[in-house]
């Protein structure tokens, strides 16, 4: 049985939340990842940056459904949805646009958990981390090389 610790790489490219999205950009298509976390100083993990969440950008904004009832008006959407849409479609910076707390994984989880979760999910890059600092990453790629040795 192949654990995650087998396949990650472990020379991990990230960035911080203070990073510009275009320097996400850069990175992400530089080195063809779908994925970046992001860390702070102390190397914890704090979100990831995926090119869905830069794609998201070119979005049109969400034009909220309500109706009215006694001259009130009732929105269908939550307000705090959509103040969460229009941060991501205005992002200047990565903390503005990443997902925070994403799905990671541990040295030693098992090989067919995070294929089932990249399956199930539409997971492309799982971040690694021990103790909650960051020590690898899995993407779709790493296990594809597994199914060649």
Do not use: W
């Not at 298509?29 to 090119?51: A, K, R, S, T, Y």
């Amino acid at each position: 049985m192949q654990l995650v610790s087998d396949i990650m790489t472990t020379r991990v490219v990230t960035v911080n939340k203070d990073t510009a999205i275009t320097e996400a950009t850069r990175l992400l298509m530089e080195h063809h990842f779908n994925g970046l976390p992001v860390v702070d100083e102390d190397n914890h993990l704090q979100g990831i940056i995926c090119q869905s969440d830069i794609i998201a950008q070119q979005k049109k904004f969400p034009m909220p459904t309500f109706f009215t009832l006694f001259d009130g008006i009732i929105p269908f959407t939550s307000t705090s949805h959509l103040e969460k849409e229009i941060q991501k479609i205005s992002a200047a910076t990565v903390g503005q646009a990443m997902t925070p707390d994403p799905v990671t994984a541990t040295p030693d989880t098992n090989l067919e958990e995070i294929a089932e979760l990249m399956v199930t999910k539409n997971y492309h890059t799982i971040p690694v981390t021990k103790e909650k600092k960051l020590v690898g990453i899995v993407g779709k790629e790493d296990i594809l090389k597994t199914l060649t040795s």
